[in-house]
């Protein structure tokens, strides 16, 4: 496995194949917008016009796009990865979708002798420059094992989670602690902002006990420096918050924490911050 394909390069996805070239893969990137791609193309990775054209002769294609329809793109649309890649090749994605997409798409790989699976992630942008990303892994046990040394290039926590969906599956375990999480974050500040505390010393002790988790560590500062950066873009969480909704649905599963998230979230994107990164929840308290 040393011809890669990468298709997006966004928040994490940049980072992602910066670490591949270090560990001297051959790279070769497409994304919608090329100059988004230069810094990379500066680095040595390749350039391809369409997912066709870079998945063409690869020893794995990785993707990581934005929403389920454009996953559904690039792998079956024209100029999709189905069109060029060749057997034996691993079709491994890392967006975060719909299980039922992610069988569609290893039911597809079975028919043309290729390899898939949905190894959606975890970690940010933090997560992903420095190479520490959590990957939930669904389809079958043996391509999980052969594409693990080139997971673990950018990922540390790799677990294989079961059958062809499993990955994603996971993953919406993942973003509804974070929904809820978030929640309870921004309350605990602005609570200690309101008792007259020093958020900062408040969070020197809560970090190291029983409420301690990584949004605490990681964005709980930068939410009171005001700095709504996206590490992860609620436009994309919004997105993956109802996946986990629609699932539930299809369980019959109720879930009123993760419906007060998604409704609080929403609340955010028609305010127009959609693309500032999940800690910006805190815009929506009164926090002087």
């Given at each position: 496995m040393k011809t890669i394909a990468m298709i997006g390069t966004g928040v994490m996805g940049a980072s992602i194949v910066k670490h591949l070239l270090q560990a001297d893969y051959?790279?070769?990137v497409y994304t919608r917008t090329k100059e988004k791609a230069d810094p990379l193309l500066a680095l040595g990775a390749t350039w391809a016009t369409t997912p066709a054209e870079a998945a063409q002769g690869k020893d794995v294609v990785l993707?990581?796009?934005?929403?389920?329809?454009?996953?559904?793109?690039v792998y079956f649309g024209k100029q999709g990865i189905f069109e060029t890649a060749e057997p034996g090749a691993f079709l491994i994605d890392l967006t975060t979708s719909e299980p039922t997409l992610a069988k569609r798409i290893y039911s597809e790989a079975l028919k043309r002798n290729l390899h898939s699976l949905d190894a959606p992630v975890?970690?940010?942008?933090?997560?992903?420059?420095?190479?520490?990303?959590?990957?939930?892994?669904?389809g079958d046990e043996a391509d999980f094992e052969a594409a693990r040394p080139l997971l673990s290039v950018f990922g540390k926590n790799i677990v294989y989670q079961g059958q062809a969906g499993a990955g994603q599956h996971t993953k919406m375990c993942n973003q509804i602690v974070i929904a809820t999480g978030m929640i309870?974050?921004?309350?605990?500040?602005?609570?200690?902002?309101r008792a007259g505390l020093h958020p900062e010393t408040v969070l020197t002790s809560i970090t190291a006990g029983a409420a301690g988790s990584w949004g605490l560590s990681n964005l709980a500062p930068r939410m009171l420096q005001q700095d709504y950066a996206p590490g992860f873009y609620i436009k994309h969480f919004v997105k993956d918050?109802?996946?986990?909704?629609?699932?539930?649905?299809?369980?019959?599963?109720?879930?009123?924490?993760?419906?007060?998230?998604?409704?609080?979230?929403?609340?955010?994107?028609?305010?127009?911050?959609?693309?500032d990164g999940t800690q910006a929840i805190m815009k929506l308290y009164d926090v002087k």
């Amino acid at each position: 496995m040393k011809t890669i394909a990468m298709i997006g390069t966004g928040v994490m996805g940049a980072s992602i194949v910066k670490h591949l070239l270090q560990a001297d893969y051959a790279v070769t990137v497409y994304t919608r917008t090329k100059e988004k791609a230069d810094p990379l193309l500066a680095l040595g990775a390749t350039w391809a016009t369409t997912p066709a054209e870079a998945a063409q002769g690869k020893d794995v294609v990785l993707t990581m796009v934005g929403y389920p329809s454009d996953v559904e793109e690039v792998y079956f649309g024209k100029q999709g990865i189905f069109e060029t890649a060749e057997p034996g090749a691993f079709l491994i994605d890392l967006t975060t979708s719909e299980p039922t997409l992610a069988k569609r798409i290893y039911s597809e790989a079975l028919k043309r002798n290729l390899h898939s699976l949905d190894a959606p992630v975890s970690g940010g942008d933090l997560g992903a420059q420095q190479g520490t990303l959590s990957i939930m892994v669904g389809g079958d046990e043996a391509d999980f094992e052969a594409a693990r040394p080139l997971l673990s290039v950018f990922g540390k926590n790799i677990v294989y989670q079961g059958q062809a969906g499993a990955g994603q599956h996971t993953k919406m375990c993942n973003q509804i602690v974070i929904a809820t999480g978030m929640i309870g974050i921004c309350e605990s500040m602005v609570y200690a902002k309101r008792a007259g505390l020093h958020p900062e010393t408040v969070l020197t002790s809560i970090t190291a006990g029983a409420a301690g988790s990584w949004g605490l560590s990681n964005l709980a500062p930068r939410m009171l420096q005001q700095d709504y950066a996206p590490g992860f873009y609620i436009k994309h969480f919004v997105k993956d918050m109802g996946i986990a909704l629609k699932e539930c649905a299809q369980m019959n599963l109720q879930l009123p924490g993760l419906l007060v998230a998604h409704e609080m979230y929403e609340e955010l994107i028609a305010a127009g911050y959609g693309d500032d990164g999940t800690q910006a929840i805190m815009k929506l308290y009164d926090v002087k």
